[in-house]
């Protein structure tokens, strides 16, 4: 598979001009967005990773097989950003959610986490603009009865709040469990 990096933008007026459909990983900060683009597309330092929470403050645009992107947008929720870095993330991704082009979302989550509003939230905007897949990462942390408990939770809550999943992935990219068939959704077919 290839894929090489193209752009990022920080701002809306930043943003590519809109010539391929477009896979967006998004999620909370720290919750391995970068490190899962790059087990998908096997390549080991394509995306940017860090252990610092907050690291992506940027739509990264990656092209691939010259047939699509995988968007890493910049995760929420961290903490230390202030007023300033909020309001720049929020401008950015107004201007992205309504790109037509966008394939689907990639909404990550750590299974050992609970959801609060705001994380509904998202999730319903997300859900209105694209079909949305919740990923469940680092699934090597926790048992697999415990990952299956929590998956089956999460899927509830998403349903009784009135947010369609298109589909939900446990995966680990540390363990390379899941990726595949993730891989296979994705752009399966698409490359054939």
Excluded at 71 to 93: I, S
Excluded at 104 to 114: E, H, I, M, N, V
Aim: charge should be positive.
């Amino acid at each position: 598979m290839k894929a090489v990096y193209e752009t990022s933008a920080a701002q809306a007026h930043q943003l590519p001009p809109m010539t391929l459909p477009e896979f967006a990983f998004i999620g909370r900060s720290n919750v391995g967005k970068s490190t899962l683009m790059n087990a998908i597309l096997n390549h080991t330092g394509l995306a940017r990773t860090s252990r610092q929470p907050g690291r992506t403050q940027m739509a990264n645009f990656f092209r691939v097989n010259e047939k699509w992107y995988f968007v890493d947008l910049p995760g929420y929720g961290f903490t230390a950003t202030g007023n300033r870095e909020h309001k720049d993330w929020q401008d950015l991704m107004d201007g992205y959610l309504v790109r037509p082009v966008i394939e689907k979302f990639l909404f990550l989550w750590d299974p050992r986490r609970d959801f609060d509003k705001a994380d509904y939230q998202i999730g319903l905007a997300l859900s209105e603009c694209a079909p949305l897949s919740l990923i469940l990462t680092k699934c090597d942390k926790i048992s697999r009865m415990e990952r299956l408990q929590r998956q089956k939770i999460l899927e509830n809550a998403f349903k009784s709040r009135g947010i369609k999943l298109a589909s939900t992935h446990a995966v680990s990219s540390l363990k390379k469990d899941g990726i595949e068939e993730l891989r296979e959704e994705l752009i399966g077919d698409k490359d054939k």
